[in-house]
């Protein structure tokens, strides 16, 4: 029996972490993509962290990880994900317009909604 969540070969296993940096202390946030090749999550969360401390990020709070099942077709991700496979840590970075909801949820509100 195996578990689906544990991957056959952590050498290949190309994860994307996904959550906020700043550049200073309290500053402005900006939404990150992190794609890394690690033997598991723990690794792959001090491995990211380790990264983004050295291009000069101040702060860093992850959302989300996971596994990628495939090559991403659309830029940059997909040079990323080639540059990860490669054993690069790759850091995607996406200026904030506005600020971000303290409650993940709250860009889903009303979406659905006859008035949307």
Known sequence: ???DN???????SVFIILG??????????????????APDDDSAVRMALEALAAQD???AEFDQIGLLDGEPVEEP???AFRD????EICIVVETQD???PRNP????????SEDN
């Open 1 to 3: 029996m195996t578990n």
């Open 6 to 12: 544990i991957p056959l070969d952590p050498v290949e």
């Open 20 to 37: 906020f940096v700043t550049r200073e202390a309290g500053g402005a946030e900006s939404r990150v993509q992190i794609m890394l090749k």
């Open 57 to 59: 990020f101040a702060e």
């Open 77 to 79: 991700h997909a040079t």
């Open 84 to 87: 990860a496979m490669a054993g």
């Open 98 to 100: 506005e600020e971000r």
């Open 105 to 112: 949820f709250e860009v889903l509100r009303g979406w659905g």
